[in-house]
C-alpha cells in the first residue's frame, strides 16, 4: 500500500479556497487516489476519487498531475462546516475491495 | 446516497461484558469491514470479510473479536470480555460492485465506553 504524506493542520476563511496537497511517491500502477473527509464523532465521508488528470463533483476537485506522485484536494469557497479532518488514501480498488489504511490526515479549520 | 447503517450509536458495557456491534451495508455491496477509532487516534482497520468467511484481518483483531454475517442482510462484530482499552468508536463499512461502484462506504459509528 502506497504511503502518503499530507500536512498535518491548516487554517483556512470563510468563502476562500482550500488546497490540500497530499505527495504518495510510491503509487502503483493500480492504485487509485481517495480523499475522506470526517467530523467529530462520526464515520469518513467519501469525498472525491481519481486515478489521472482532474475530477470534479459538485462537493470538491482532484487534480492529479502526469507523474501520479501527488495530489491536490480543491475545495472551493470554504464555510465553517468544511472544518473537519481530511484523509488522502491510495491503494488499488480492483473488484471493490480495498483495506484503507488511515494516516492522521489534515485537520482543516475553516475562521469566520 | 446510499448509507451503511449502525446499532448502537452508543453503548455503555461494564469490563468483562460481551458487546455485540451491529450494521447494515449498502445492499448489493460484497465487502464489508469494521474499523475502530480510539478516541483523538487514527482510523485503525480491523477486518474485512467476503463471501461469508474472513479475507484479511489486523493484528488487533485477536480472538477476543469475532465477526459474522447471521442474514442477508445484517453484519455484527462481537467482542467478548471487553477491556477498558477497547473503548473506542467502532464503524462498520461496505464495498463492492453495485450502483455504489468501488467507494468505501462507513457508517456513522458506534461509540463504546468499557467501564
Known amino acids: 500500500l502506497a504511503k502518503t504524506t499530507q500536512p498535518i493542520s491548516m487554517d483556512s476563511y470563510e468563502g476562500q479556497e482550500v488546497n490540500i496537497t497530499c505527495s504518495h511517491n510510491?503509487?502503483?500502477?493500480?492504485?487509485?487516489i481517495t480523499w475522506y473527509q470526517q467530523f467529530p464523532s462520526q464515520g469518513p465521508r467519501f469525498i472525491i476519487q481519481g486515478y489521472k488528470t482532474k475530477v470534479t463533483n459538485e462537493v470538491a476537485s482532484l487534480f492529479i498531475p502526469a507523474d501520479r506522485k501527488s495530489s491536490t484536494l480543491s475545495l472551493p469557497r470554504v464555510s465553517l462546516s468544511d472544518t473537519a479532518v481530511y484523509y488522502c488514501?491510495?491503494?488499488?480498488?480492483?473488484?471493490?475491495?480495498?483495506?484503507?489504511?488511515f494516516g492522521a490526515g489534515t485537520r482543516l479549520a475553516v475562521h469566520p | 446516497e446510499p448509507e451503511v447503517t449502525q446499532t448502537p450509536s452508543h453503548q455503555v458495557t461494564q469490563m468483562g461484558q460481551e458487546v455485540i456491534l451491529r450494521c447494515v451495508p449498502i445492499?448489493?455491496?460484497?465487502?464489508f469491514y469494521w474499523y475502530r477509532q480510539i478516541l483523538g487516534q487514527k482510523v485503525e482497520f480491523l477486518v474485512s470479510f467476503y463471501n461469508n468467511e474472513i479475507s484479511e484481518k489486523s493484528e488487533i483483531f485477536d480472538d477476543q473479536f469475532s465477526v459474522e454475517r447471521p442474514d442477508g442482510s445484517n453484519f455484527t462484530l462481537k467482542i467478548r470480555s471487553t477491556k477498558l482499552e477497547d473503548s473506542a468508536m467502532y464503524f462498520c463499512?461496505?464495498?463492492?460492485?453495485?450502483?455504489?461502484?468501488?467507494?468505501?462506504?462507513f457508517g456513522e459509528g458506534s461509540w463504546l465506553t468499557v467501564v
Open positions: 510510491n503509487i502503483a500502477t493500480n492504485d487509485y
Open positions: 445492499s448489493n455491496h460484497l465487502y
Open positions: 463499512a461496505s464495498s463492492g460492485t453495485g450502483y455504489s461502484g468501488n467507494t468505501i462506504y
Open positions: 488514501l491510495v491503494g488499488d480498488f480492483a473488484g471493490g475491495y480495498n483495506k484503507l489504511i
